[in-house]
């Protein structure tokens, strides 16, 4: 019998946590969703640093993520820029980030997901962006995020110290696991906002705080 080695142990324990909470997250009822769209609403427009940013890029929901789209109306009522992923029509597993505004076309790419129409004029180089608010399947209370497995998120976030940004999580308190099995390339987040609180990390060995 072939044995089984550790890296594969990781990865089928990765894969395992990614099902079970995607199918968590899809079997939350339509009223709770809403709800929870609303909080997470307030919380982050309460949130300084997005308070402070003129750039901000997120995703629209999909696969029970939790909903942005009450966030973005009311960054869009606050003058805010707001920006979308798009998949890099000439660098596999990577993303840009377009300008949405209201009546920004959306097509749909090869994953299902909804995403701006490619315009050089909408494009945001990382170096301007102040603020990524990322999707994620779930995350621990040491700041590890558990992506859906194509690394796209986590491509972006390995050099987000250096383009001065800030990587903040999206979730539903749901989406919380005890301990996540992590990998070389995770990117750890340093805040993470949920219905229920607001989660900040230092990733210096210091206890986390939640407000």
């Not at 980030?97 to 994953?111: E, G, H, I, M, S």
Request: aromatic content about 8%; hydrophobic content about 40%.
């Amino acid at each position: 019998m072939k044995s089984v080695t550790p890296l594969e142990q990781q990865t089928d324990a990765r894969q395992t946590i990614r099902q079970q909470l995607r199918q968590l997250r899809r079997a939350l009822p339509a009223a709770e969703q809403q709800s929870a769209a609303q909080q997470v609403a307030r919380r982050a427009l309460d949130f300084a640093p997005l308070r402070q940013a003129a750039t901000v890029a997120l995703f629209l929901s999909f696969d029970g993520e939790l909903d942005t789209r009450p966030l973005i109306e009311c960054l869009w009522h606050r003058g805010q820029q707001v920006f979308l992923p798009r998949l890099h029509p000439f660098s596999p597993g990577q993303l840009l980030f377009l300008r949405y505004q209201p009546d920004t076309r959306l097509v749909t790419n090869r994953f299902g997901i909804a995403e701006p129409t490619l315009d050089i004029r909408s494009l945001l180089p990382l170096s301007q962006l102040d603020l990524l608010l990322v999707p994620l399947v779930a995350f621990d209370s040491d700041g590890q995020r558990l992506g859906m497995g194509r690394g796209f998120y986590d491509r972006t976030l390995q050099n987000w110290k250096q383009y001065h940004f800030l990587p903040v999580g999206l979730a539903h308190d749901c989406q919380q696991v005890k301990q996540l099995p992590t990998a070389a390339w995770d990117i750890p987040l340093p805040a993470l906002i949920t219905p229920s609180k607001i989660w900040h990390w230092q990733h210096t060995g210091e206890d986390n705080a939640a407000r």
